[in-house]
């Protein structure tokens, strides 16, 4: 932490927001539509973060009974008015976005993959539920996949407003003034270090640690976790937060899939099968779950079963096996999210990746389980356990529906999978003004954060609350930001 | 008929309609409405690769959606507009009426005379899938 004002800054502006996604979009917008001049500092030589890359829907609740239903799911990890407070500004998302020159759609999806996003609640049997409408930004595929085009509404905000926006410029440091109040930010910039002096406040938009190491094995359920999103996002706002005192929250909490780790690509493939002849298996063969009922953000929960014995995750990494069929149906690596869709064409009948040695292949189960390391009896009785279910229509090892099933037949196929986090959710602790509040829950002076970097999602995740969040406290912040009184 | 509700029939029937093609292959996801893929048929006794593109539209849960699919294949030779429409009525407790309508359009008048009685052929063998197939499940 650096005390005390810097002897010369090197540049200032009214608020200075840390990291340039859809929370620092609706933070900078806001602030500057209430007349303050706006620095963004993004760490990447792009902004996006994860929200150009996500599936890219926002939620739009139709009903107050979206409050019940989030602090159910909140497991009263979040306080109840900031849950309100959320609920009655995310209905107002699809206005502000038609305020800002926007449009929006139904998300109405082909629900044809295991995993896939669906169009209601990830959670359907909680009261409340039947609020959860999502929406993506309007348009057709021609003009570019949901987060493609979220992001150019987004980022078209910042440019219609020209709002100074620093790319390739990390944040460093908060600075406080000797009475704790935040004065400012170190950021670098083409090697150089540079003090900015935000007049009003600073704003930490800069998402959660889904690419630091050492955050993901002190605090995650499951070990090791790959992932899929942006690889910017290392925990930078945390570890700056923490250093001037600031409470954390959600650190245990994440959204996480699964996904293959290719060697030399930094992120991980999100992994998801477009036919119903697969299933999963731990390291000793064994299935462990209904492969086909996993909520799309919830993996890590059946992921992270601790072995006690053994000292050991047992499904980590696990192995999806499948058959010929789902290999010629379709990729198993969707285009449509994740940081590798733009950088790897995966094949369209996985043949690439089999010469690859990304997907391994056996005749037989029995010479499939020798490749990946496997008892070749457990893995023959598994699958053979798993057919004889499937001929009577009924998982009795875990309840698979029936029309999730179908028996597989040599040849068979494999992939290595891994716990991989869509986004971590933990971070600064906030209050519902986006305040960043210090461990005896007191507002840290000019501090605000919004966003996935300490999200109010502290059990489990309702899909398109990333984004429906990020706006919402992003709005907040940025207009909170603007009214605080300029200091000399 | 379908002895299953009409939310329940609308839950099963994406996955229904892509498993009952089963002659359907590297199909592309492109976006959660649109995919594209390879669709394996027999013409005139020859087998053929049509390429197929299609987009979920009209979408009205749990009424009714439309899938519309361009279809090209033989070289170019053949091309044609298809527009599929799926509609779930109940009928009484627990019972759902399943209506399927087809209506093709762009199609030239050769391709049309040589391949439509094959497409309707192809078309009604797989409604008749899908339904055998949502039977069985209901």
Redo the contacts between chains.
Sequence with gaps: MRVGIPEKWDTEYDVVVVGWGSAGTAAAVTAHDQGAKVLILEKMADGGGNTRICGGNIIIPKGKEFIEYLDILSFQTTEREIIEIFVEEAMKNGEWIREMGGEVQVFTPLEVAYPTMIAGAGFPNVRGAETVVKYNIKGTLEEGKPSQRLWKFLSGLVAKRKIKVLTSTPAKELISSPGGEITGVIAESEGKTISIKARQAVILTCGGYENDPRMKWDYLPVKPAMFLGTPGNTGDGIRMVQKIGGDIWHMTRLSCLIGFQAPGFEAAFWVSFLSEGFIFVDKYGRRFVNEAGIEIHEYYRELSHFDVEKMEFPRVPLWAIFDEPTRRRGPLSRGTAGYNRDLYNWSLDNSAEIAKGWILQGKTAAELAGKVSVDPRILEETIARYNQYCRAGKDEDFGRAREDLRDLKPPLYAIQLWPALINTQGGPRRDKESRVLDPEGKPIPRLYAAGELGSIWGYLYQGACNIGEGLVFGRIAGKNAAAEKPRS | MIEASRDRVW??I??????SL?N????????????R??LRMKVLGLPVNMKLKG??VD?S?PDS?SVKLLIKGLGGWFQADQKVTFAMTPVEQGKTALACKATVENIGLLPRLLLLGEARRFARSTFEAIEKRLQ??A
């Design positions: 839950r099963l994406g996955k229904v309609i892509f498993s089963s359907m292959e590297n199909v592309e996801i492109l976006d959660e409405n649109n995919f893929a390879i987009e979920m979408i849960p959606f069985e499940l």
